[in-house]
Nanobody, 124 residues
Framework: VQLQASGGGLVQAGGSLRLSCAAS????????SGWFRQAPGKEREFVAA????????YYADSVKGRFTISRDNARNTVFLQMNSLKPEDTAVYYC??????????????????WGQGTLVTVSS
């Protein structure tokens, strides 16, 4: 599946952004989907994931209560609503998809498809 992320930008601390990830190709509704991020000089890290049906969601502790992942399978799109943003949320955000949730969350699955990143910058 091909993935296209968008919605990044510059925002002040405490503000909000919504990222979108549009999918094309194979049946997106059969894929688990998620978001990762990579800050300058740091490893890529898991942010959030959602099951193919949208019934289950998972979050990194650092974003729980502030970020919400959702999906619209009719539009082949996954969203990441980011509220109460902090400077430490500054990173390039990547969307990803995999048939298997455990491989998606691990971020190392050979079957995981990745989109290009979108930059989020949070100023203090």
């Amino acid at each position: 599946v091909q993935l296209q992320a968008s919605g990044g930008g510059l925002v002040q601390a405490g503000g909000s952004l919504r990222l979108s990830c549009a999918a094309s190709g194979r049946t997106f509704s059969s894929y688990c989907s998620g978001w990762f991020r990579q800050a300058p000089g740091k490893e890529r890290e898991f942010v959030a994931a959602i099951s193919w049906s949208g019934g289950s969601t998972y979050y990194a502790d650092s974003v729980k209560g502030r970020f919400t992942i959702s999906r619209d399978n009719a539009r082949n799109t996954v969203f990441l609503q980011m509220n109460s943003l902090k400077p430490e949320d500054t990173a390039v955000y990547y969307c990803a998809a995999d048939h298997y949730m455990d491989e998606l969350v691990a971020g190392t699955g050979q079957g995981t498809d990745w989109g290009q990143g979108t930059l989020v910058t949070v100023s203090s």
